[in-house]
Every structure is written in structure tokens, then in C-alpha cells.
């Protein structure tokens, strides 16, 4: 019964050291895992896609150039570059080199959702309820789209009760 209890001891040891390990080698990498969980997993790009080719892209072109800026603004190396693959690069190059892949990173996701290899994980419904606050079922609302010049147009129409 002793030996049992030893193993047991043992195995648990062991179960531990594995699980720190493991944890040691994932921890640094989180930001990285999340920001990959998010573009893959809960953005849906069946949406998005199309709100890009009509022009966002630049916006967010532009909030990937402030980032660079304001990064490399306050967070320089250490030691004045970056050591990025062999190569030693300046502050502001360093910068673009990361933000450029965290784009790059975040637009694969997209591509990978597009084509279905995600399979149910990345699975949105179809249409999201629009609740005005009152009830849809005792009223008819005739909600017509744009008048033309740039506004919308709400027209309720309430029925004698």
C-alpha cells in the first residue's frame, strides 16, 4: 500500500512539472494565441469582407499607422533596434514590422473563416433580433430606407385598439 502511495505522489510530481512546462512555454505566447482566437473565432467575416472593400480598410490602414507612431514613440528598445529575424532594424522599421504582421495575422484568419476550415466553431446567426424597446407583434411599422438624400425615414403606423 506504501508503494502505491508513493506512485501516486510520484505521478502527481510528475503531472505538475509537466503542467508548469507547459505553461511556461504557452504564457509568453497568449497575446499572440488570443489575438489569433479573436480574428478566427469571433469575428465574422462573411460581414466584415464586404464593409473592407467598400473602404474601411483604409481606416484601418490608418489606426495601424498610429499604432506604429504611438508605439514607437513610447516603448523603444532597449538598446536602439530590433532584432527581428537576423536582421537589425530601427524603432519606427521594427514597429511596422510588427504591426504589418499582426494585420497580415489578423486578414489569414479572415481567410481561413471564408473557407470553411473552421467549420462550426466560427458559426454566427443568421439575424440578430431588432428590439426598439416595444412590442413588434401588436403594431405594424413601415420602416422605408434612405429618402435620397442621405437620411432615414421611420414611419409608424398604430392601429385603433
Known sequence: MEKLIDSLQNLLSAGWEVLVSVL??????????????FWLLAVNWEKLYPVFTKGAIIGVLFIGLMAILVWGLIAPPSDGVHHLFGLKTSNFVGKTIYVTMLLTIAALCGSVQLSG????????PDEVPDDH?????????????????????????????
Open 117 to 124: 476550415a473552421c467549420g462550426a466553431y466560427a458559426s454566427f
Open 24 to 37: 511556461v512555454l504557452v504564457v509568453p505566447w497568449a497575446p499572440l494565441i488570443a489575438w489569433i482566437a
Open 133 to 161: 424597446g416595444h412590442d413588434h407583434s401588436s403594431h405594424d411599422h413601415g420602416h422605408s430606407e434612405h429618402d435620397g438624400h442621405g437620411s432615414v425615414e421611420h414611419s409608424h403606423v398604430s392601429h385603433a385598439h
